[in-house]
């Protein structure tokens, strides 16, 4: 059973639109996740990590539901410069390595 | 940015041949890493390194080997190369996956002919 898994879309939304991109995790007792972009033919890089209690970083909201092992990113008013693949990313219990889903994939239509 | 760099940015070998390729840090980070990134997989773990001379193999670790002399050099060798080892490999820095996350270096397009 894969560590982390998420749709991997593509999803296409008009700008301004509001999207939404979840993934689920396997490990009930991970303790740290994170949302990773990444650009057509560049390295991921971070965009936030997801707190427990949800947080948020301008147009975007992280949460976590422990209780049904999903991670969520909200991303509002979306622009053309969204576009680009989210990678979730979990980190289970004792693990000194990340673990990356495959990535969902957005385009933002003008 | 975290200084991370990865050599060669490109490179394209002959199927038997032995590859090396070279990420350097400049953060002191403790952790290093080498993922493979390929449609339809995602990024996977080939091997790790948790501090000088030590390392550990991650989940596609055959066919591949790696060494830590310097806390700021991780190499990663392909013993020899095969077609199916033609990807993007890409090094990531951390100094607790815990709490902050990787930096990657920019990344290096292999193509085993």
């Known amino acids: 059973r894969k560590e982390v898994e998420q749709d991997p879309g593509p999803f296409n939304v008009p700008e301004g639109a509001t999207v939404a991109f979840n993934c689920t995790y396997s490990n009930s007792a991970s303790q740290s996740f994170f949302w990773y972009r990444q650009d057509c033919r560049k390295e991921p890089k971070l965009l936030m990590s997801v707190y427990s209690s949800g947080n948020e970083d301008g147009r975007f909201t992280a949460q976590l539901n422990r209780a049904s092992q999903y991670i969520s990113l909200l991303i509002r008013d979306s622009k053309l410069s969204d576009s680009a693949t989210y990678l979730c990313v979990v980190n289970p219990p004792g693990a000194n390595n990340l673990f990356f889903g495959t990535g969902t994939r957005l385009t933002v239509i003008p | 940015d975290a200084g991370i760099t990865q050599s060669p940015r490109h490179k394209v070998t002959e199927t038997g041949t032995p590859v090396t390729l070279r990420c350097h840090q400049t953060e002191n980070h403790r952790y290093m890493y080498w993922y493979r990134q390929d449609p339809g997989h995602g990024l996977r773990l080939i091997h790790y390194s948790y501090g000088v001379k030590d390392t550990d193999k991650g989940e596609v670790s055959d066919g591949y080997s790696v060494s830590r002399s310097k806390t700021e050099d991780f190499l990663l060798t392909l013993e020899s190369a095969t077609s199916s080892q033609t990807s993007v490999y890409f090094c990531?820095?951390?100094?607790?996956?815990?709490?902050?996350?990787?930096?990657f270096g920019s990344g290096t397009r292999l193509t085993v002919v």
């Open positions: 990531a820095i951390s100094e607790s996956t815990r709490h902050y996350g990787y930096t």
